[in-house]
């Protein structure tokens, strides 16, 4: 279930990046955009959870690393929203994948040319706001004074830590006016259509059967889920 | 003053009855949502973040409370109090109790 790709990079080389599958060449073949970050992190208890509920009605679906995120030994500061987008639609090539699930921000990198759902999409200034918010608050808590305007404007220019995470410049700039893809393929799932309270909010990573359920059951559409 | 969320109790002897009622009324329904934002924040039930009072102690006092989970904390009260919150805004006594982050929000929602 643990396999590899190869991620395309922006200077023409590849990155070997992990590659979490089920995949028992079922018709339906779902790639995961995973959230991003901090979220990312939250949400990967969840996003497996959903993906062996997935393949347990029938569905099979994928879960890459993006260069510089999870395991991968890439630098992040060299990535961006745009060469994470290229790396998508290269691995949904890849996996053969007939569409494709975002969670979260995840929604910022799906490829126009799949169908599928984004669920709980998020934009790139939000996601960026509660970074830098982070950033702020811990400064305030070691006693700097940072402020919001500021970073954003050496961010721009420099790259930034948020949270621990080495963004780069063009990441930045990219995030700030990023939007979820509006292709006509893609529907979004609403957390209030899933019932309970979106888990990237959680402090801590969480599972949550009935939500997986019901996500499952969109993403499987009219086929019935057997108990 | 009480936080308990309305439980038709609330009162206080200063103030013109009918605008005290709908004072306590707006104070108790933003303390219900502040609870329920904080629960999903803690992954707690609404019935133990009910047990919150103006004493509870939030940011250095929960582990889970890190920087990121406050930053996601107040996003999310953004979100679903519809207010903006500023950097300016954030400080420890917003932060560190519960009744602090309360009078923080009734503040900001009276601004608006």
Not at chain 1, 32 to 55: C, G, S, W, Y
Not at chain 2, 30 to 47: C, P, R, T
Request: glycine share 8%; charged share 25%; aromatic share 4%.
């Amino acid at each position: 279930m643990i396999a590899t790709w190869q991620a395309p990079l922006q200077n023409g080389k590849t990155s070997e990046e992990l590659l979490f599958a089920i995949d028992r060449e079922r018709a339906k073949r779902v790639l995961i955009l995973p959230a991003l970050f901090d979220e990312a992190n939250k949400m990967r208890r969840f996003t497996v959870q959903l993906m062996r509920r997935l393949d347990s009605v029938g569905i099979d679906s994928f879960l890459p690393d993006l260069p510089g995120s999870n395991e991968s030994t890439t630098p992040l500061e060299q990535q961006s929203l745009s060469s994470w987008q290229m790396a998508c639609a290269d691995v949904a090539k890849q996996v053969s994948a007939t569409h494709i699930l975002s969670i979260r921000a995840g929604a910022l990198l799906a490829p126009d040319n799949l169908p599928g759902w984004h669920y709980a999409p998020q934009t790139g200034s939000k996601l960026l706001r509660a970074m830098l918010r982070a950033r702020t608050i811990a400064a305030r808590e070691a006693g700097r004074d940072e402020n919001s305007d500021q970073l954003l404007e050496l961010g721009r220019r420099e790259g930034l830590v948020l949270a621990g995470w080495q963004i780069g410049d063009l990441m930045l700039r990219e995030l700030e006016t990023a939007k979820p893809s509006k292709s006509e393929l893609h529907s979004v799932i609403a957390q209030k259509d899933i019932g309970g309270p979106g888990l990237w909010l959680r402090a801590e990573p969480d599972e949550d059967d009935a939500q997986v359920k019901t996500l499952a059951t969109i993403v499987c559409g009219e086929e019935e889920i057997s108990e | 003053m009480s936080t308990q969320p309305a439980s038709g109790s609330v009162s206080k002897s200063d103030g013109a009855p009918e605008q005290e009622v709908s004072l306590a009324q707006g104070r108790a329904m933003l303390d219900k949502e502040l609870k329920s934002i904080i629960a999903d924040v803690l992954g707690i039930d609404e019935d133990q973040a009910d047990a919150f009072t103006d004493d509870s102690g939030l940011f250095g006092h929960l582990p889970e409370l890190d920087s990121m989970a406050v930053a996601g904390l107040l996003t999310e009260m953004e979100d679903r109090l519809d207010i903006v919150i500023e950097d300016d805004d954030v400080d420890g006594d917003m932060l560190e109790t519960y009744g602090g982050l309360l009078t923080f929000a009734e503040a900001k929602l009276s601004e608006a």
